[in-house]
């Protein structure tokens, strides 16, 4: 089991950025790909991007493509979800969650592809 708590939201203005982090307890981190999600108002939540167990696989929403970066760094339990020219519409509680798979370079968009979910953070994007 592995428990997921992640940080780094806030308000920002648009065009801003913001790194949030996902840190993972235990000792196998290594062997979960990380996926991001989001969830705005009255909306459903959806998948922002994901990384593989490797890092040679990572898959972005086209809303995050070419703004967002995934990355992790499995020697620190950690995955991060770096967002630069940030708007309005990408306000919204932001959620990484594990996969545990035997694959290291495939990734998943699918929530119930995850078996663990942290408990969200909060990022406001001011116009």
């Known amino acids: 089991q592995v428990q997921l708590v992640e940080s780094g939201g806030g308000l920002v203005q648009a065009g801003g950025s913001l790194r949030l982090s996902c840190a993972a307890s235990?000792?196998?981190?290594?062997?979960?790909?990380m996926g991001w999600f989001r969830q705005g108002p009255g909306k459903e939540r959806e998948f922002v991007a994901a990384i593989a167990r490797s890092s040679t696989t990572t898959y972005y929403s086209d809303s995050a493509k070419g703004r967002f970066t995934v990355s992790r760094d499995n020697t620190e339990n950690t995955a991060f979800l770096q967002m630069n020219s940030l708007k309005p519409e990408d306000t919204g509680v932001y959620y990484c969650?594990?996969?545990?798979?035997?694959?290291?370079?495939?990734?998943?968009?699918?929530?119930?592809?995850?078996?663990?979910w942290g408990q969200g953070t909060q990022v406001t994007v001011s116009s």
């Open positions: 969650a594990a996969d545990r798979t035997p694959a290291t370079w495939t990734v998943t968009t699918a929530r119930d592809k995850y078996d663990y």
């Open positions: 235990g000792r196998t981190f290594s062997l979960y790909a």
